[in-house]
């Protein structure tokens, strides 16, 4: 059967209109998240979200060195998520320094706590 009508007997239109409600409300977190989320989604940027997150700013040699990846590859990341709107650069003389944009470090403060205290996985699962 491949029916796909709703079978239920009645809906719950205050708890609908609620929840539309607080969509409505939280709209611009939902996509900031979404964003975020989406960006961070690859191991690398996460990785790289992370230590940004913990040190405050790095620059791209730093991050080269403590992932084992040229260059290139780091400034290309930081390019996507920069693009994103999720970090920001400074250039102090010739160095340029990446950090987290502070609405965006509020955003990811619960994961990397749970990453900093080996708790994913527990986490996840309770």
């Given at each position: ?72 590859a780091i400034s290309q990341?930081l390019r996507k998520m ?45």
């Amino acid at each position: 059967m491949n029916n796909k009508t709703c079978i239920r007997m009645g809906a719950d239109l205050q708890q609908i209109n609620c929840c539309k409600e607080m969509l409505d409300c939280c709209e611009n977190s939902i996509q900031k998240l979404a964003s975020a989320l989406n960006l961070a989604g690859n191991e690398v940027r996460l990785k790289i979200l992370y230590l940004l997150f913990d040190q405050q700013k790095m620059c791209v040699c730093d991050l080269s060195d403590i992932l084992k990846m040229k260059i290139p590859a780091i400034s290309q990341h930081l390019r996507k998520m920069k693009d994103g709107g999720i970090v920001s650069n400074e250039k102090v003389a010739q160095t340029i320094f990446y950090s987290i944009k502070p609405e965006y470090k509020k955003l990811l403060n619960p994961f990397f706590k749970m990453i900093a205290n080996n708790n994913v996985l527990s986490e996840i699962a309770a």
